[in-house]
């Protein structure tokens, strides 16, 4: 299904980035359709693409990986486990080819020695979410420019710190919530229709004022597991545990039994993949699913900028807690079920839910559509029709919402913007204001109370216990500076 760029679009296209390239060096080929990027985003001249330094190269890098070699050559990877390196490199070497062997791929430990290196321009991060800040900081700091994955913060000052640095450098950020650009819905029961870009059509019809006006939206999520007393276990060889932990405390690393449902490299432990399950490195679902739900469904309601101004809600966890603090340190200890509600101004809400059918129901006077991953379908269950009729490409308001570039690919998207200098289309700005709601949502339920919030002055209002939560003490060497 490969879509053909007309000539004019892109000269148009070269003529705007070249302007804005001037100084850089030779601008790589976008031929702009999202269908055919991956194979004509390859070059053969090691001159015209952008030099790439991996850090974090676990599971979601087997996928963001490839995605940034598309356009860019990869010549360092890192990651705290030789393991993850080791298969990196291989990866990396395989996808350069030729060059590979002349230009090598370089490996590290730590992350700092990557970023120090001139010649690359261009990082992905693709660790665990305590992370995420800290080196995408220091990367913008070195002059990278940054892929990072969602959720880009653990806090809600986190988000506030990442902000002030990405305007003091100018960089271009993109974060990983891929759903602003990508993924293909059903649009009628068969299933035989399908539309590109459901979210993008999801956020337009909201914003044409088909539906009224906006009352409701519903991020359904998704819970934690829960799971048993993981005993304590020595730390892997080859596997800096230290630095794995970062700015989080230091504590015993731990480890299940393979099998039982969890084959994964160290099944049930606090590190690669279970790290989700522990408010110590994440936010749970609500912050793991939340980021992809509650930003789209925030954008959808157009508070993608601001914020609510009160928040509550009700969870159940898998141990007990002390006033917010999980008292139990061997099982996971994020939320297995929540329902919170935010109230926004305009009289709005946005629930947040674990249980149901994931996805995004956004309900206005006069309609409702529900949006997911392989769906776009009104309360009828029907086909959102009006919205068929054009492909996402001739859609005026898809592109006004793309800000005029075409989307199919977040990858493609980031190094496009790299070209002209823009935000790409998940912005570090609206994605911090997403965070906010689910950062709140995870306060108001562990310290299971309402909250006011102050969307302008970003603060808890009248509440001096519950404003401390907007930040987290930072293990000493580990500490975020801006
Ligand atoms: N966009 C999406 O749909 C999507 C899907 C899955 C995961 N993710 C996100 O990707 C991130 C990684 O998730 P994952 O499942 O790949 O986790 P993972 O644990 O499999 O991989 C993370 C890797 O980072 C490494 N790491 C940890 N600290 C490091 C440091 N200081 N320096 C270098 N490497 C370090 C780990 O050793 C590990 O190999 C998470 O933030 C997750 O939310 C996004």
């Known amino acids: ?5 007309t000539s004019s679009s892109r000269r148009k296209f070269l003529q705007s980035s070249a302007a804005a390239a001037a100084g850089l060096a030779a601008a790589p080929y976008f031929p702009w359709s999202p269908y055919t990027m991956a194979q004509d985003a390859k070059t053969t001249s090691k001159q015209d693409r952008p030099i790439l330094g991996c850090i974090g190269v676990g599971d979601r890098w087997n996928a963001v990986g490839p995605q940034a070699m598309n356009f860019a050559d990869c010549v360092a990877v890192c990651d705290v486990d030789v393991n993850m390196r080791e298969k990196a490199k291989g990866m990396a070497l395989n996808k350069l080819g030729e060059k590979g062997k002349e230009r090598g791929v370089e490996m590290y ?5 990557l970023l120090d290196r001139k010649d690359i321009e261009v990082v992905t991060i693709v660790t665990p979410d305590h992370w995420h800040v800290k080196i995408g900081i220091e990367a913008m700091k070195a002059g990278k420019d ?3 994955e969602k959720p880009l913060t653990l806090t809600i000052d986190e988000g506030k710190q990442i902000s002030k640095v990405l305007k003091e450098t100018g960089r271009v950020f993109q974060v990983g919530t891929q759903q602003r650009s990508e993924m293909s819905a059903r649009v009628n029961k068969d299933g035989k229709q399908r539309i590109d870009q459901q979210f993008l059509h999801a956020v337009a019809i909201c914003k044409s004022g088909k539906l009224g006006k906006l009352v409701k939206a519903t991020c359904v999520i998704g819970g934690a ?3 048993g007393e993981i005993p304590k276990a020595p730390v892997p060889t080859g596997f800096n545990w230290d630095m794995w932990l970062g700015q989080a405390p ?3 690393f731990v480890m299940g039994k393979k099998g039982e449902g969890n084959n994964r490299q160290y099944p049930e432990s606090r590190t690669h993949y279970e790290f989700r399950w522990w408010y110590e490195y994440s936010g749970g679902k609500m912050t793991d699913w939340g980021a992809h739900h509650i930003d789209i469904a925030a954008w959808c309601l157009g508070v993608d900028t601001s914020g609510p101004s009160h928040i509550e809600g009700t969870a159940d966890h898998p141990v007990p807690f002390k006033d917010g603090w999980p008292t139990v340190s061997n099982k996971y200890n994020a939320a297995t079920k929540f329902h919170v509600t935010a109230g926004f101004p305009g009289e709005m809400e946005m629930h947040i839910l674990s249980d149901g059918e994931n996805g995004i129901t956004i309900e206005g006077t006069e309609g409702t559509i529900f949006v997911s991953r ?16 054009t492909k996402p490409s001739e859609n005026p308001a898809i592109a006004t919402l793309y800000k005029g570039k075409r989307p199919g690919n977040h990858m493609g998207n980031f190094f496009e913007c790299r070209q002209d200098r823009t935000q790409p289309i998940s912005d570090v700005y609206t994605h911090h204001r997403a965070m906010t709601t689910a950062h709140l949502a995870n306060i ?6 309402k909250l006011q919030w102050d969307s302008q002055a970003e603060q808890i209002l009248g509440d001096d216990e519950a404003n401390k939560w907007l930040k987290r003490e930072q293990r000493k060497g580990y500490e975020i500076e801006v």
Request: charged share 40%; with cysteine; hydrophobic share 30%.
């Open 374 to 389: 392989g769906d776009l379908r009104d309360e009828k269950g029907t086909a959102v029709a009006d919205y068929m009729k």
């Open 109 to 113: 430990e730590d992350y700092r020695k």
């Open 250 to 252: 230091m504590v015993d």
């Open 1 to 5: 299904m490969s879509r053909k760029v």
């Open 225 to 227: 597991p829960s799971s």
């Open 444 to 449: 108001c339920i562990r310290l299971g109370k």
């Open 146 to 148: 940054v892929y990072c």
